[in-house]
């Protein structure tokens, strides 16, 4: 089984940076599809960004491309996403998940059913 434990979510007003971060454990983690999803109250749970660990592609959806990075760091085994110019739409809740065979990041649209594995979430609230 996969651990992985996210950090790094606040309040921050609009306009305003922050960068989550996913350590990932338990499993080998150089071909894994590592997702970031997030779910506002009352809505679904929706996928953000994906990377690949084996060749580090990556993927955003258009909602938040040009302002969200998702990224690694191969020796920390750690995936981040960094986000900026927040918008108070981006308040959520943000989970990481892996896919530990990878194969959710050569599909077009994974959803959450296709990963395993969550973390336990970390809050993100951006004020107008």
């Known amino acids: 089984q996969v651990q992985l434990v996210e950090s790094g979510g606040g309040s921050v007003q609009a306009g305003g940076s922050l960068r989550l971060s996913c350590v990932v454990s338990g499993y080998m983690y150089s071909r894994m599809c590592i997702g970031w999803f997030r779910q506002a109250p009352g809505k679904e749970r929706e996928g953000v960004a994906r990377?690949?660990?084996?060749?580090?592609?990556?993927d955003v959806v258009d909602s938040v491309k040009g302002r969200f990075t998702i990224s690694q760091d191969n020796a920390k085994n750690t995936v981040y996403l960094l986000m900026n110019t927040l918008k108070p739409e981006d308040t959520a809740m943000y989970y990481c998940a892996a896919d530990k065979y990878g194969s959710s990041c050569f599909v077009p649209s994974p959803g959450a059913t296709d990963f395993g594995d969550w973390g336990q979430g970390t809050q993100v609230t951006v004020s107008s």
């Open positions: 990377i690949y660990t084996y060749t580090s592609s990556t």
